[in-house]
């Protein structure tokens, strides 16, 4: 068999290039009617997932760097407070908040957080740009497809020290922006490269329950956002970034393959694969979540009556979940899976008001997290990273053995979120932190599904008045 590594410098294959010069002359017209209303639901989704963060350690101290660093107003929104900066602060501030309630959107087999790093970057952009909204969705579109095909070029060995979003990531906002900017195929090179050498983002945070994973998506938002701006100015990149002898691939990764990059341009949507994130908690705890609910409900269990449950999962799982035994604050419980699995058999939904309430102080889900153990399982492992299974062991207190499968979690493409699940979820997220009230939500909702049709995306987000 060909080891895919082989062809990571052979200067008849340019991979990333072809992707470039696709991307570079995408037109919204060339994007199918699924796609352009999957990206607005994505949209709404990752300002659900913004707003929700309004007032929440450590947004605060983001938005403090941010009104230190930079102008004092200016033409792109920072969504948690509604002021005005600069695009690179705007996208630093969203990129942040949107991904620290665990409720921002998820891209199975590249294992990338999408929305939390193209968003941010192009929303910022399109309003400094004056660009309309069919322009924001056209730029966001591209950056999704550059980020998923790039995140799975770099394969599953990446994942297990560097977190794909704060790395990958950088170059999907490089690229939404770049689209936005009017690049040709060779200037968005440029930008790519320069948004390469920036990417960063390591694992260690979560064992001592740092606040890093915010930094990671602020400054891929923001640092491709620049990577963008500077190579419409002239700064030039590496050209062979991802795939070049000293590039990404041959320093953080030993599984890339650049088949990925170019599978199916055109015709395989890689954006319509992503996934909604139902609970609010790591990916990683929903198979097993929605495992153990569906068992729980068909058998009639309580959780009193649970012994032990056994978590079958994927190796990815227990390398991020693993370290995380007893959390300490509310954000790390959501990457334990004892506390995940315990908040489902106690309250019956790891919500973000559940997991906020619940996850560190009821001492019955404390509880139950020490009778849950995670292993390895060869087939749910070997669905990885393009099917997340969910699978489920519990014995009862009495001697009772049970199993349950779960094929498609709540928020895969293939069990997705409707629109009204999403404005509700919009509701319950923006409601929770006070960020919006029913009457504000709609018409914020109402605004971003109309969204192809805005002329302008400037006052997108301005206050609805009262």
């Not at 102008?71 to 509604?82: E, K």
């Not at 990129?95 to 309630?101: C, I, N, P, Q």
């Not at 419409?232 to 890339?256: C, F, P, Q, V």
Request: glycine share 8%.
């Amino acid at each position: 068999m060909t080891d895919p590594r082989s062809e990571l410098s052979t200067p008849a294959s340019h991979p990333t290039a072809e992707l470039c010069a696709f991307l570079s002359t995408l037109e919204f017209s060339d994007l199918p009617d699924e796609v352009v209303a999957r990206t607005e639901e994505l949209f709404l989704d990752w300002v659900a997932s913004a707003l929700a963060a309004k007032g929440a350690h450590p947004i605060p101290v983001f938005e403090r760097y941010a009104s230190k660093m930079g102008p004092s107003d200016g033409p792109c929104t920072v969504l948690v407070n509604r002021s005005r900066t600069s695009p690179y602060f705007a996208a630093f501030v969203n990129g942040a908040s949107s991904h620290l309630v665990e409720q921002d959107d998820l891209h199975n087999s590249s294992v990338l957080h999408p929305a939390t790093v193209v968003f941010p970057a192009v929303f910022a952009a399109a309003q400094d740009l004056g660009k309309s909204g069919a322009e924001l969705l056209l730029a966001s579109a591209a950056g999704y497809e550059a980020g998923v095909r790039i995140g799975e070029f770099m394969g599953r060995s990446h994942y297990k020290v560097f977190h794909t979003t704060g790395t990958v990531g950088t170059l999907a906002a490089a690229v939404g922006v770049g689209k936005l900017l009017g690049l040709d195929a060779d200037t968005l090179l440029h930008a790519v490269g320069s948004a390469g050498t920036q990417a960063s983002g390591l694992w260690e945070f979560l064992r001592d329950a740092a606040d890093s994973k915010q930094l990671h998506t602020a400054k891929a938002a923001a640092d491709g956002l620049l990577a963008a701006y500077m190579a419409a100015d002239g700064l030039t990149g590496a050209r062979r970034i991802l795939d070049g002898e000293k590039g990404m691939a041959a320093g953080m990764s030993t599984d890339a393959n650049p088949a990925f990059l170019t599978d199916r341009l055109g015709t395989r949507w890689a954006l319509l694969e992503t996934s909604f994130k139902f609970h609010a908690s790591c990916r990683h705890t929903h198979p097993a979540a929605d495992a153990l609910h569906v068992l729980m409900q068909r058998e009639g269990l309580r959780h009193e009556d649970i012994g032990a449950i056994t978590a079958r999962v994927h190796q990815a799982a227990i390398d991020v979940l693993g370290g995380v035994t007893t959390p300490t604050t509310v954000h790390q419980a959501k990457f334990s899976m004892g506390t995940v699995l315990g908040l489902i058999a106690v309250h019956g939904d790891a919500s973000i008001a559940g997991v906020e309430a619940h996850a560190l102080t009821d001492p019955r889900v404390s509880a139950l997290r020490e009778k849950v153990q995670m292993v390895l399982d060869p087939e749910v492992d070997a669905a990885y990273p393009k099917r997340w299974l969910g699978r489920i062991e519990l014995d009862t207190q009495d001697g009772r053995h049970f199993s349950c499968a779960v094929d498609a979690p709540k928020g895969d493409p293939d069990n997705t979120l409707s629109r009204p699940e999403l404005e509700d979820k919009f509701r319950r997220l923006t409601q929770f932190s006070k960020a919006t009230d029913d009457t504000e939500a709609t018409e914020l909702i109402a605004r971003v599904w109309s969204l192809r049709d805005r002329p302008s995306v400037a006052g997108l987000f301005d206050k609805v008045a009262r």
